[in-house]
């Protein structure tokens, strides 16, 4: 039976493959990955906030920058979760 990682992983392919390909050399630290999580759960935090406390009677072009601020913070989570180390660099634009 395949793990979850691996399923999600598989779900995921079409937003990883781009990250994880190529054969340049990269630099990674394990501290790159804690970050990108940091910054993913920031930007989802601050999307869920904008949605809570944003007022009944507000125009419907706010919604964008919840909208974009969302999939940032998925984004950054579902490279930080499921991502390569080279897929990690690449985010961060880590090259040699």
Same mark, same amino acid.
């Given at each position: 039976?395949?793990?979850?990682?691996?399923?999600?992983?598989?779900?995921?392919?079409? /937003?990883?493959?781009? /990250?994880?390909?190529?054969?340049?050399?990269?630099?990674?630290?394990?501290?790159?990955? %804690?970050?990108?999580?940091?910054?993913?759960?920031?930007?989802?935090? /601050?999307?869920?906030? /904008?949605?809570?406390?944003?007022?009944?009677?507000?125009?419907?072009?706010?919604?964008?920058?919840?909208?974009?601020?969302? %999939?940032?913070? %998925?984004?950054?989570?579902?490279?930080?979760?499921?991502?390569?180390?080279?897929?990690?660099?690449?985010?961060?634009?880590?090259?040699?």
């Amino acid at each position: 039976m395949p793990s979850p990682k691996n399923v999600a992983r598989r779900l995921f392919s079409p /937003l990883l493959s781009p /990250l994880e390909g190529g054969d340049q050399a990269y630099t990674y630290t394990p501290r790159a990955r %804690l970050i990108l999580w940091v910054v993913g759960l920031l930007f989802l935090g /601050l999307a869920s906030a /904008l949605a809570i406390f944003m007022p009944k009677d507000i125009d419907i072009a706010v919604f964008i920058p919840i909208c974009i601020f969302g %999939l940032v913070g %998925l984004f950054a989570i579902i490279v930080a979760w499921l991502g390569s180390e080279r897929a990690i660099a690449k985010v961060w634009g880590n090259r040699k």
